[in-house]
């Protein structure tokens, strides 16, 4: 049935392992001729289908064998048993020191936001409890994600417009916040498992999006 997989494993060894997951939801929605969304839910667990479900195991076998992993995915659905892999939570957590540094260092050569004439504790300051609150809110469904309060978010957007920083500026903080967590994520990769990784970067995903978005609302409020 996926015979032809150049949806899913184009240039597989010209990319990273960060870009092969972070974009295998919508190429296997093109595929399967689906939103990229309900690939998402499926994925998740709030949604079931046989189709996508056989697709996605595919398509992390195929990026397993890529990367020198020897994992089988014949059993156990879309989401595996948290005791089969390492955490993306457990990983952050144990990582927080080396996320700030790496934050903050590109904070610092990114000329937008250096400009802004901050001591480094003040710059870095929003950005452990930004986090944490992705970790917290992870564990909720698009549902309730949605509806979540987001007060460390709410809290960075005002603080950004108060120390002079662009809305452009708060949203690349976002983006670094990203680009930090991805390459641990990287770093640790055989050390986790294709599916729970997957699984756990996509909700990460969506938790930074709509706290993007509530950093922005709350930015420009305070204008």
């Known amino acids: 049935m996926y015979r032809d997989n150049s949806n899913t494993s184009v240039n597989l060894q010209k990319q990273s392992p960060q870009m092969l997951y972070r974009g295998l939801y919508v190429r296997l929605a093109r595929k399967l001729g689906v939103d990229a969304s309900y690939v998402s839910r499926v994925a998740r667990?709030?949604?079931r289908s046989d189709e996508?479900?056989?697709a996605l195991r595919h398509a992390?076998?195929?990026i397993d064998q890529q990367l020198g992993r020897n994992t089988s995915t014949a059993d156990g659905g879309i989401e595996r048993k948290a005791s089969a892999a390492k955490r993306l939570k457990e990983l952050v957590k144990q990582n927080r020191t080396l996320i700030?540094?790496?934050?903050l260092t590109h904070s610092q050569a990114d000329p937008n936001l250096s400009s802004v004439e901050i001591g480094a504790k003040k710059r870095t300051a929003p950005i452990l409890r930004v986090i944490e609150e992705t970790m917290k809110a992870m564990k909720l469904n698009l549902k309730d994600m949605a509806a979540a309060?987001?007060?460390a978010a709410a809290q960075h957007g005002r603080l950004r417009q108060s120390q002079g920083f662009t809305a452009m500026?708060?949203?690349e903080e976002y983006n670094l916040v990203r680009r930090c967590v991805f390459a641990l994520a990287q770093e640790h990769i055989r050390q986790m498992d294709a599916q729970v990784l997957l699984q756990d970067l996509t909700q990460f995903g969506e938790a930074l999006d709509l706290q993007t978005q509530r950093a922005i609302r709350d930015y420009l409020a305070a204008n």
């Open 169 to 171: 500026g708060l949203i």
């Open 45 to 47: 667990g709030d949604r």
């Open 100 to 103: 700030r540094k790496q934050w």
């Open 149 to 151: 309060p987001l007060k």
């Open 60 to 62: 992390l076998a195929e």
């Open 52 to 54: 996508v479900e056989s």
